[in-house]
């Protein structure tokens, strides 16, 4: 496994795994591993013949005022746990080499990028859009892997390799792999690790209530009050602030009233400063 930090060298190594025709996958990261991200290289090594993860904390899609000075950066930790994936080569470069001196290009995503996490971070997913859109162009992968923990990223990708035709020749699929859950069903995320012991424990109410209010609206409650129970219950468990607890459309994000076919339950919230985030399907029939 080959660690590359520079752009030439990440073409002759991809063009070399390429050789013979073998597929190569992507799986993009901000590093400090865990086994959701384990997951995805999995997903990824069967779908094609060499897996090329980046590790990149990419500073465009941080806010002012977010966590990008304190993001976890653990390359070695990452790289001995991919290296025992059978990962054929990790894309690690600097942020001067993805925005070179004079950089002032911006992918912007409509609509999907609208609501839930995009009104909360204010061009987040611009800054997402555009470093996957470079890694696309970067490692030029057949297939590329996301956990669907952030599903309106998810949403912003598809949106944006149909309507850049990055799906073609290059990228043919992007995947989303299902979330993967601590044991208390609390999503796997690298944020976890700023969770204190009582904080983690309280975290483990945000899936059991997000369940419980899909099961009320299951059972007939209107989503208004199925949504007010759950953030009380947050709040009432060690939450600080819920930023939204929302129905909406799977694949336009688009608001939705109540729950039907292809309703998701979208849910952050903040817990001693750290904010978590989840999604679940919340169709009646499901
Ligand atoms: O999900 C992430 O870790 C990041 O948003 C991504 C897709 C690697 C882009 O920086």
Request: hydrophobic share 45%; proline share 4%; net charge negative.
């Amino acid at each position: 496994m080959q660690t590359i930090t520079k752009l030439k060298m990440l073409r002759n190594t991809v063009d070399g795994l390429r050789a013979g025709g073998a597929r190569i996958a992507l799986v993009p990261t901000m590093g400090a591993l865990h086994e959701g991200h384990l997951t995805l290289v999995r997903a990824a090594r069967a779908a094609a013949d060499h897996v090329v993860v980046s590790i990149f904390v990419n500073p465009t899609q941080f806010g002012e005022g977010e966590d990008l000075d304190a993001y976890p950066r653990q390359l070695a930790a990452d790289s001995a746990l991919l290296e025992a994936e059978d990962v054929s080569a990790i894309w690690a470069p600097a942020p001067e080499e993805v925005y070179p001196q004079g950089y002032a290009t911006n992918v912007s995503v409509a609509g999907v990028s609208s609501g839930l996490c995009g009104d909360d971070r204010p061009g987040h997913f611009d800054g997402v859009a555009t470093v996957v859109c470079k890694l696309f162009n970067q490692v030029r992968p057949d297939c590329a892997f996301f956990g669907e923990k952030d599903w309106q990223q998810l949403a912003v990708i598809r949106r944006m390799s149909r309507d850049l035709d990055l799906t073609l020749p290059h990228v043919d699929a992007v995947h989303g792999v299902p979330t993967v859950r601590e044991e208390d069903g609390l999503a796997m995320s690298s944020r976890n690790a700023y969770l204190s012991k009582e904080q983690r424990a309280a975290a483990g109410t945000l899936p059991r209530a997000m369940q419980a209010a899909i099961a009320a609206m299951k059972s007939g409650v209107a989503a208004a009050g199925a949504l007010k129970e759950l953030e009380d219950t947050l709040l009432t468990s060690g939450f600080e602030s819920i930023d939204y607890a929302e129905l909406r459309d799977a694949d336009t994000i688009e608001l939705a009233n109540e729950a039907s076919e292809n309703t998701r339950l979208f849910l952050a919230a903040r817990i001693g400063g750290t904010r978590l985030i989840d999604n679940m399907p919340a169709a009646l029939n499901v």
